[in-house]
């Protein structure tokens, strides 16, 4: 593999997306969920734009993916959006995931988003470090928020590390 392009997520890629979504379930490291959705319920869960894919630039496949849920359906909440990003294992240590989470970055400035939350397990270094790497600043820890289902961490309650991104562009910076 040389080279990577992103581009925005299309439902062609639904099965790449949800194979490395459960491949990042399965670390045990990266969400209380153990089984990936079907395509309907994950387009239904995360905004329609922006949707973004890591794809090889010279075979097409799909390397990671990002996307956000809205927080609340209240109005005053439109802007601000839980941003999920998974990296497949056969791209690790390539960029992809910084590039990626910039790139998404960008999309959810050009579509008048103002804050980006996301929940990293303590256990996952690697994903909090992309995080303060493009912005992203702890903001608190939810002690033992949940127990854990799957992985090596079964029968566990966890803790997850919160952080946030604000725009310095849009909204009240």
Same mark, same amino acid.
């Given at each position: 593999?040389?080279?990577?392009?992103?581009?925005?997520?299309?439902?062609?890629?639904?099965?790449?997306?949800? +194979?490395?979504?459960?491949?990042? &379930?399965?670390?045990?490291?990266?969400?209380?969920?153990?089984?990936?959705?079907?395509? &309907?319920?994950?387009?239904?869960?995360?905004?329609?734009?922006?949707? /973004?894919?890591?794809?090889? $630039?010279?075979? !097409?496949?799909? *390397? !990671?993916?990002?996307?956000? +849920?809205?927080?609340?359906?209240?109005?005053?909440?439109? @802007?601000?959006?839980?941003?999920?990003?998974?990296?497949?294992?056969? $791209?690790?240590?390539? @960029?992809?995931?910084?590039? /990626? /989470?910039?790139?998404?970055?960008?999309?959810?400035?050009? $579509?008048?988003?103002?804050? *980006?939350?996301?929940?990293?397990?303590?256990?996952?270094?690697?994903? /909090? $470090? *992309?995080?303060?790497?493009?912005?992203?600043?702890?903001?608190?820890?939810?002690? %033992?928020?949940? %127990? &854990?289902?799957?992985?090596? &961490?079964?029968?566990?309650?966890?803790?997850?590390?919160? *952080?946030?991104?604000? +725009?310095?562009?849009?909204?009240? @910076?």
């Amino acid at each position: 593999m040389s080279g990577f392009e992103i581009r925005d997520m299309t439902e062609v890629d639904g099965r790449a997306v949800l +194979s490395i979504y459960q491949e990042g &379930m399965d670390t045990g490291q990266a969400t209380f969920q153990q089984t990936a959705p079907a395509w &309907m319920d994950f387009d239904q869960e995360h905004l329609a734009t922006p949707r /973004l894919v890591a794809v090889d $630039a010279d075979d !097409g496949n799909v *390397l !990671g993916w990002a996307a956000g +849920s809205p927080v609340s359906a209240r109005p005053v909440y439109r @802007g601000v959006v839980e941003e999920s990003i998974y990296i497949g294992s056969a $791209a690790w240590g390539r @960029g992809v995931g910084r590039a /990626l /989470l910039n790139a998404y970055v960008a999309a959810t400035e050009a $579509a008048d988003i103002w804050t *980006l939350q996301a929940g990293i397990f303590p256990e996952n270094p690697a994903s /909090l $470090a *992309l995080h303060q790497g493009c912005g992203f600043e702890i903001i608190g820890t939810r002690q %033992k928020i949940g %127990k &854990m289902g799957h992985g090596p &961490m079964v029968g566990q309650w966890r803790d997850v590390i919160w *952080l946030e991104r604000r +725009s310095r562009t849009v909204g009240a @910076g």
